[in-house]
């Protein structure tokens, strides 16, 4: 079945550092690609979506490319801030609505 | 306006009792889900509905029972509930169910069963 794959957490970087969190995926056909974002205590937020193959989202300085080759999608952000510590979920539907999540990768921006 | 949301927030009840959360979207949404979020984080989707139908159930135990008595409302029946059943349920909708709809999720119910 559908997969995906996503670097462990949690990662911990200064305030105005460059991250990036590796997701990569496992479909038969042609997944649309998400990164949802859950902030403490709230629940998910759609960051940014792609859903084909070249395909770059982006949203609040994020930004992840949709790479069928590598069947990657990983999230990219040039310079991060305190308030974007919260969980971070790497997504995919392939066939109707059925969202398959990663396991998820905590982000911590220290100032 | 509260796009998605569920009622209650938490929830702490002994094993073996009987319990509902509900879900309300005033998006006029198509379909709606409920979600389980494990201590680890992990969310798995439980159930879908597209307009009160029943779409999608992941292999989840009969005890949990999902009920949309209209399209903006999808609550979740569970029964005889057990120490695994501890998590975050989130409910969420999106416009038609398609490939590439975003889903808007609620804020969460924090279930506890001692």
């Known amino acids: 079945g559908d997969s995906v794959t996503q670097m462990e957490g949690p990662v911990t970087l200064s305030e105005e550092a460059f991250l990036t969190i590796n997701c990569t995926y496992t479909a038969t056909g042609y997944p649309s690609l998400f990164w949802y974002v859950q902030y403490p205590g709230e629940g998910l937020q759609l960051l940014l979506k792609?859903?084909?193959?070249?395909d770059k989202g982006s949203n609040k300085g994020f930004e992840a490319t949709y790479r069928k080759e590598t069947t990657s999608f990983h999230l990219e952000k040039g310079s991060v801030q305190v308030s974007d510590s919260a969980v971070y979920f790497c997504?995919?539907?392939?066939?109707?609505?059925?969202?398959?999540f990663g396991a998820g990768t905590i982000l911590r921006v220290k100032s | 306006d509260t796009a998605v949301s569920q009622t209650p927030k938490y929830l702490v009840t002994q094993m073996g009792n009987d319990k509902s959360i509900k879900c309300e979207q005033n998006l006029g949404h198509d379909t709606m889900y409920w979600y389980k979020q494990d201590s680890k984080k992990f969310l798995k989707i439980m159930f879908s509905?597209?307009?009160?139908?029943?779409?999608i159930n992941e292999t989840v135990p009969n005890r949990f029972s999902p009920k949309s008595p209209d399209k903006a409302h999808l609550n979740l029946h569970i029964n005889s509930l057990e120490l695994g059943d501890s998590a975050v349920y989130f409910c969420?909708?999106?416009?038609?169910?398609?490939?590439?709809?975003?889903?808007?999720f609620g804020p969460g119910t924090r279930l506890t069963v001692l």
């Open positions: 997504a995919l539907t392939e066939y109707g609505n059925k969202l398959v």
């Open positions: 792609a859903t084909k193959a070249d």
């Open positions: 969420a909708s999106s416009q038609e169910g398609g490939s590439g709809d975003e889903q808007f």
């Open positions: 509905y597209n307009n009160k139908e029943l779409i």
